[in-house]
């Protein structure tokens, strides 16, 4: 099976404690173990303001993970996983951002036209 590269965010409520985001760290890097995935990189991007409210707030602190892994379930699991967290208000991820583009598939041959029926003539009588 392929590998795929896979960029998760997700944001945490503002007021969450260092040691909760580190539990909820350690939820993402226990599933990536589970299936054998690689955590290329992890950055905390800190707080910043949110595009629009999320759970009534207007600001959350984001996580963000770049996770290679050939099990596509593993985002599936890690998102349900983070989905019951108190603390995590948000949870974006791209699918195999940086796959490889398959090539288009070729264009269905046209057929040709069927030939016009000979006319016939009529003998009037």
Not at 72 to 101: G, T
Request: hydrophobic residues 35%; charged residues 35%.
């Amino acid at each position: 099976m392929e590998e795929r590269l896979y960029d998760l965010i997700f944001i945490v409520r503002p007021a969450t404690p260092e040691e909760e985001i580190k539990k909820v760290e350690h939820t993402v890097e226990h599933a990536c173990t589970e299936k054998g995935a690689k955590i290329e990189k992890t950055e905390h991007w800190g707080t910043r303001k949110l595009a629009y409210r999320v759970a009534k707030h207007r600001e959350g602190i984001y996580v963000y993970y770049q996770i290679r892994t050939s099990h596509n379930d593993l985002i599936v699991e890690l998102e349900r996983r983070l989905r019951v967290q108190d603390s995590v208000m948000a949870i974006r991820d791209k699918r195999a951002a940086r796959r490889p583009k398959r090539p288009a598939p070729a264009p269905a041959p046209v057929a040709a036209a069927p030939a016009p029926a000979p006319a016939t003539e009529h003998a009037a009588s």
